[in-house]
């Protein structure tokens, strides 16, 4: 019962933090547009412990401007509860993160936070956390391959998919389109990262009848995961990739592009910058999809450059996790009734049955993501307290 009031005392006061968007409690550099104050191998420590429990955090890197977020939020809450944290940042580097676990089983954390880099390269430092009998929280992206994992805390994966594809045959009415045809091509995200393959079938589950029907061609003819993965999810990547495809297939000054689907924010930048550069006709018709809401792909958003975002608000993954977390902590085995008994302020699903890391289906929690464009960036993200505006008028993390 005390902890449930708590769990809720916390969740208001977090939204409610957001919500006069005082973000106070926000201390971590917010990602691109700062310079990095700290080395990504730095390990940040405190020392507020409270019955001496400590929770180690390993994020996979500072250079992809979300992580930014969640390393701060997840500190800030456990730190607001009394556990001492240690977190950690591995520079996209899988041997450094496989380090940097290390490093933490070391100091006896008590709980295990892990957003991984390689969701298949694990299953050896865990199984060290797990001869340790240390909990591990499966952070956004699934570890796979391992039994050491308790529990997965992520967005619906699929949806965030599903929302770009439905928004793409919205804006273009494909259900209604006739004989008009319009071109596409797809940009995912990192193959080591499970999420990845759960954003692009997403998208593809929706606008595939349309693609066998030929309302929406693929010039490229790049349909598969495999052909459209961006490793590391890197910007500059995903721009060297869609410059090729400029070249080869649109690059008559006459052949249009009517979409780009981007999986998310990182990788949209970089196939923005490629339409903008290399390409004949205007960025701005072109639909371009992305998620996350970082901060300079909502400045495009402003200027009509990317078309919308998918954004998930890691404050409240950040939340979810506290008390999945804190309930680990105490040696309880949580299920569906924590979301009812911690009172939040938004919509989670309990689900045992989409995320099987190869081991065992791996029972998650999955909070759900909403669409973010130009007409409703006010209201979804600066009233709601995650951005202000600036001077000009371009949203800004508050955290
Ligand atoms: C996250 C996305 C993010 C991507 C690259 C994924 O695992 O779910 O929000 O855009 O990694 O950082």
């Known amino acids: 019962m005390k902890k449930k009031l708590l769990s809720f005392l916390l969740a208001t006061t977090m939204v409610a933090t957001l919500a006069t968007g005082c973000g106070e409690a926000a201390t971590a550099d917010t990602g691109a547009d700062e310079p990095a104050a700290t ?33 701060s939020y997840l500190k800030e809450q456990f730190e607001s509860k009394g556990y001492a944290v240690e977190l950690t940042y591995s520079d996209n580097k899988i041997d ?24 298949e390269s694990l299953s050896q430092v865990l199984a060290d956390a797990k001869d340790a009998n240390i909990p591990v929280i499966s952070y956004d992206r699934l570890i796979m391959n391992t039994d050491a994992v308790s529990y997965y805390v992520s967005f619906d994966n699929y949806t965030v998919g599903k929302l770009q594809g439905e928004f793409v045959e919205k804006q273009l009415d494909l259900a209604n389109a006739g004989d008009k045809t319009y071109n596409i091509e797809f940009t995912a995200g990192d193959p080591a990262d499970n999420n990845a393959g759960f954003f692009f079938n997403g998208a593809y589950d929706v606008l595939k009848k349309y693609i066998d029907a030929g309302t929406l061609v693929v010039k490229s003819g790049q349909t598969d995961f495999d052909k459209v993965a961006t490793k590391n999810w890197a910007t500059d990547e995903a721009l060297k990739i869609m410059q090729n495809i400029l ?33 004949w006709g205007d960025v701005k018709d072109v639909i371009i999809t992305g998620q996350d809401g970082d901060v300079a792909n909502l400045a495009n958003l402003v200027d009509g450059k990317q078309t919308m975002t998918v954004y ?45 890391n190869n081991v065992a289906k791996i029972p998650s929690y999955l909070l759900v993501p909403t669409v973010v464009t130009k007409d409703n960036l006010e209201k979804e993200l600066v009233d709601t307290g995650y951005y202000t505006l600036d001077a000009n008028g371009y949203p800004q993390a508050t955290n």
């Open 247 to 279: 070249a080869s297939y649109y690059g008559d000054g006459k052949t249009k592009l009517d979409v780009a689907l981007c999986s998310n924010d990182s990788t949209a930048l970089g196939v923005t910058q490629a339409i903008e550069s290399d390409y």
């Open 312 to 356: 998930k608000a890691v404050a409240n993954e950040a939340v979810a996790t506290l008390d999945l977390g804190i309930a680990l902590l105490n040696g309880e085995t949580p299920d569906e009734g924590l979301i009812s008994a911690a009172g939040w302020n938004f919509d989670c699903a309990y689900d045992t049955e989409s995320y099987d």
């Open 39 to 71: 080395t990504e191998e730095t390990t940040e420590e405190t020392t507020t412990a409270s019955g001496d429990q400590t929770v180690g955090i390993a994020m996979p890197t500072q250079s992809l401007e979300r992580w930014n977020r969640d390393g």
């Open 96 to 119: 450094q993160q496989v380090k940097d676990i290390e490093g933490l089983i070391a100091d006896d954390v008590d709980l295990l936070v892990i957003a991984a880099i390689d969701g």
